[in-house]
């Protein structure tokens, strides 16, 4: 039987849709009997474009826009009020979902979002009553509350590290109802890797084989952060990437530095250069931390007033699991980075000890709950318990201990 899935994501940072796009490729390669739809939820929301008639951008854009140019202090209250106008939206919402859901008929819907997740839920199953919801978090642990883990829905919560899953637990949800990965999705590149020569990698860069390396990226949008992390670690060699933001780059490639350094701009694999460095400094986005930490580079992070407030825990995690050092100013990134060099492969060995195998994971959880759709009569019905799986058990986010 085929089934329609459709997998919901929004363009804000870019991590949301790189996961729909990582199960889509996933899934399309394991021939699973399905077919998978894409679907941009503001496309759904506003199909006829207002928003962007009315302001000249997307809403997303606004957001990236921010990310790009490092403005993101004061944006927890922010958030808050944008919260708050969802949920005065939500009639409106349920409205323009339940027609959606009744136009594409899906038999198993996976949200890749935040904060629309209660609304997305209800229209479900108020259009199409039996078919399972899933949540799918792109963040290593919730923001509460309603973030991502909204209490009282029918859904199922797929979560990549244990701290999620506890948090799905202390808002009421049961075991049949959480699903634990071993970290976030990545995207199928970073599991098949090819044979690598760094030293012939790093020579076509015009860079030093043989000098520890740094690889510094700020999500798909750069950071004009990446300017005086570069002038402060001047005898450093670095590999920049900085995705679209094509001025950051001209300003890089421009820069006058003791030590060799390669700008990269807006690649869609970004595994291979990444694959080139011995650590990575970023700020501590969920996606890119996950891909550096998978790919053995131990992390130089953030942890200040200008932190999204989603990605806070992340910072936290690094620090308390020993996998790099977190910074609050971009002025201590100089004595950070000797510490860490310093030490390279001590933490370079703990960092190792992770292993993610989480977009597979998720298809196969996928799987199961369609599996109890077609077949009802099923013991269990809906999904493994967490506990049962022993996915995540002593390799995933949360659990390297020791």
Known sequence: ????????????????????????????????????????????????????????????????????????????????????????AHPSLLRSLQSHWQASEPDLVVSL?????????????????????????????????????????????????????????????????????SGMILRPSFHHLAPLDREAGRRALGLDPYRPTGVVMFGGQGSAQMSGIAKGLDEVQLILMCGHNRALAQRLRAMRRSAPHAVIGFTPDVCEPMRLGDFFIGKPGPGSLSEAIHLGLP??????????????????????????????????????????????????????????????????????????QSAPARAGAEGPPLLATGIGTGTGWGTVSG
């Open 113 to 181: 979002v935040p904060n629309f997740n209660r609304a997305l839920c209800q229209s479900l199953h108020g259009a199409r009553p039996g078919v399972p919801f899933v949540t799918v978090m792109t963040d290593i642990a919730d923001l509460p509350p309603h973030f991502w883990i909204e209490p009282g829905q029918r859904q199922h919560l797929v979560c990549g590290s244990a701290k999620a899953a506890i948090q799905a637990f202390e808002a009421g949800y049961t075991p049949e109802q959480v699903h634990l990965t």
């Open 299 to 372: 992390v130089l992070t953030f942890l200040n007033a200008w932190t999204m407030p989603q990605e806070r825990y992340n910072a936290q995690w690094v620090r308390d699991e020993g996998l790099g050092i977190v910074v609050a100013t971009t002025r201590a990134i100089p004595e950070a980075a000797a510490q860490l060099i310093g030490k390279l492969e001590r933490y370079q060995a703990r960092v190792r000890r992770s292993e993610n195998r989480a977009v597979f994971e998720v298809t196969d959880i996928l799987a199961g709950l369609l599996a109890s």
């Open 1 to 88: 039987m085929n089934h329609r899935v459709e997998l919901i994501y929004f363009n804000a940072g870019g991590g949301h849709r790189a996961a729909a796009q990582a199960l889509e490729q996933v899934i399309s390669a394991q021939e699973r009997p399905w077919t998978v739809h894409l679907v941009n939820l503001m496309d759904v929301l506003d199909p006829s474009g207002a928003f962007h008639r009315l302001t000249g951008m997307a809403p997303e854009d606004l957001y990236n826009l921010r990310l790009k140019r490092g403005w993101t202090l004061g944006f927890k209250q922010e958030l808050k009020l944008l919260q708050g106008l969802i949920r005065l």
